[in-house]
């Protein structure tokens, strides 16, 4: 009777532990953890596994539990720029306050002139985007004359805003030439809260040591690849911090 009585209380535990995210299967689909409003209000909780969040893309941007750092996804390979400005590959264990991933299958591939700058590439970005409307991630590899990126420390309750960790503490670096890959989304206007809006990249060295969030860049020789998505899961922090935000 004892063992009749366990099975259907071990299966109800399976399942809700896996329902942390349950995305439909669309080829197109952006998978997102919290809103950029959450964060930027200092809600750093980590509350999804970079274990979890690998199932649903192998592409992305975020950052880590406590703000420990920006994260980008290359390849299907985590990894944490922590505030030294160093790379190291995120465990499976580790867990995201936000992150935003997606499987990256590109439309478009295109040659970036050379000396074209972050805001070159904003002022012409209906060159390369379809519609302000849409959502696209975009991976842009090469080689940078110039290269500025920024990475923040570790928190500790109680957070402050984002604002004022970036405004006192982030931690910015600069490579007179760099070579590796930028990954980042579009997001449009009326993303605003949800996401970024415009364009937003975190930056990793090809031999994967170093990177950051890109302030800046001035491109010597580079290619863009755009993929453009049409669906949007978006998983909601459960923590009493985001409800009473
Ligand atoms: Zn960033």
Known sequence: MKKISLFPLVLVVSLLSSCALLPPERPDLIVQNSTISALSAGIYEGYTTFGTLRKFGDFGIGTFDNLDGEMVAVDGIFYQIRDNGIAYQAGDSMKTPFAVVTFFSPEIKLNLQKGMTYDDLRGKQSRYLDSPNMFYAIKIHGTFSSLKVRSVPVQSPPFRRLDQVLGSEQRVYEFSTARGV????????????????????????????????????????????????????????????????
């Open 182 to 245: 930028m990954v980042g989304f579009f997001c449009p206007q009326y993303a605003s809260g949800i996401n970024v809006p415009g364009l937003h990249f975190h930056f990793i060295t090809d031999d994967r040591n170093a990177g950051g969030h890109v302030l800046d860049f001035v491109v010597e020789e580079a290619v863009i690849e755009i993929d453009e998505k049409t669906d949007i899961f978006l998983s909601l922090p459960l923590s009493n911090a985001f409800r009473k935000s």
